[in-house]
């Protein structure tokens, strides 16, 4: 059970960050339609290649139950479970931020039993249809509505735009720490705050970007390598905010007090300097 809330809002990436791998590849290639795959993804985005790929696996015969049973064993370091469950214990709120689907993250995260650990997926929708084929569609309808966005984002989502949009539903006390690793994670780092912690993947495509534009992120940057790592790292920085919320708030709870004593002597002070005269 969650102890009472704090300040905190953690947002994580969910490929290469929570699990170990991509969930698009993994599902492509444990079926055994990597080949097919490979050629239709110089012809079109990613995003469409992949809800292509889910028309040709129903097709092959390939059901949902064989999709879901691909998810259930995808490699996750066991670090990081315990990291997703210790952060929401000491009172974090968890979103998550992904360019994967809504079906692939819900099973995943059911299978480890962290699925109540989030209030929000931010994600390109996946549905089953009455035929029993997973569709994927953009997040974004990028042939009638394209973000716009200048920075290196797919085209069926802007992270930047996504964390904006999180961040105007926050609270102005709210302190964000935010954990990718892919490219399109730049563009989110380059929103948050200097109040906010960036907690990028090191040696990983994110990671690149932020080492050649350092000066233009305003957070303070903590990464991780590995499972082990994150947890370390997150831990350390959740129990730091925590503690410093604490100490602030006995500061104020002691200065209030002193405050409530001297009301009173001052008052009596008045009254004494008046019975005197």
């Known amino acids: ?69 691909v998810l259930k064993r995808i490699p996750i370091h066991p670090r990081v479970v315990s ?21 692939f993250i819900e099973v995943i995260l059911e299978h480890l039993g962290l699925r109540e650990c989030f209030s929000e997926i931010n994600t390109n929708p996946g549905f089953v249809d009455g035929e029993g084929r997973l569709n994927i569609s953009p997040y974004v309808d990028f042939t009638n509505c394209p973000h716009g966005c200048p920075n290196p984002c797919p085209p069926n ?21 935010y954990l990718g690793d892919g490219l399109g994670d730049y563009c989110s780092s380059l929103r948050l705050k200097e ?10 495509p994110v990671w690149t970007s932020i080492c050649d534009s350092m000066m233009l992120i305003k957070a303070k940057i903590q990464e991780w390598a590995d499972g082990a790592d994150l947890e370390k790292v997150l831990l350390e920085i959740i129990n730091k905010i925590v503690s410093r919320e604490k100490q602030v708030a006995e500061l104020l709870s002691r200065d209030y007090k002193l405050e409530a004593i001297s009301m009173p002597a001052q008052e009596n002070s008045i009254q004494v300097l008046s019975v005197t005269q």
């Open 195 to 204: 109040r906010d912690y960036l907690m990028p993947r090191k040696d990983f």
């Open 157 to 177: 989502m802007c992270k930047g735009v996504i964390l904006e949009r999180i961040q105007a539903s926050l609270g102005a006390e709210k302190i964000m720490i």
């Open 83 to 103: 990291a997703i469950k210790e952060a929401r214990a000491l009172g974090c709120e968890l979103r998550i931020l992904s360019d994967a689907n809504t079906f």
């Open 1 to 69: 059970m969650a102890l009472a809330g704090n300040n905190i809002v953690v947002v994580f990436d969910f490929d290469k960050t929570i699990i170990d791998v991509d969930s698009d590849n993994w599902v492509i290639d444990e079926l055994g339609f990597t080949d097919m795959f490979n050629q239709l993804l110089p012809t079109m985005p990613w995003n469409l290649v992949m809800d292509k790929m889910m028309g040709e696996i129903h097709a092959q015969g390939k059901t949902i139950q064989d999709i879901s049973a």
